[in-house]
């Protein structure tokens, strides 16, 4: 019996391709999945500053503009400011704060 030359890859070749073609896919997979990470904590940062941002001038035009404070007369001033607090805004600082606090992202003050 005679072997006939056939061409083509052996199996060997065939499994040392997949490999190098995994690791590389391996390694594609990760500069992705890290790329994404950083761009939600980028954009969690982003959203909390501008949520924080909302509410400290949406206080100061009520504290600039007296919103929210009673006087009973010209000498006596009620010091109880009653502030009305967007509860919406509230929820929102705290879940960024708490997803800043997830993904450990430094304090932005």
Request: with cysteine; net charge positive; proline share 2%.
């Amino acid at each position: 019996m005679s072997r006939r030359q056939q061409s083509g890859f052996t199996i060997v070749e065939m499994m040392i391709a997949t490999a190098i073609f995994s690791i590389i896919l391996l390694i594609i997979t990760a500069g992705v999945m890290a790329f994404s990470r950083q761009y939600m904590r980028g954009q969690t940062a982003s959203n909390l500053q501008f949520t924080a941002r909302q509410v400290t001038a949406q206080m100061g035009q009520d504290i600039q503009f007296g919103t929210g404070v009673e006087a009973a007369g010209p000498v006596q001033f009620k010091t109880d400011l009653t502030y009305k607090v967007d509860v919406i805004a509230l929820a929102q600082i705290c879940t960024y704060i708490k997803l800043a606090a997830k993904l450990k992202t430094p304090s932005m003050v």
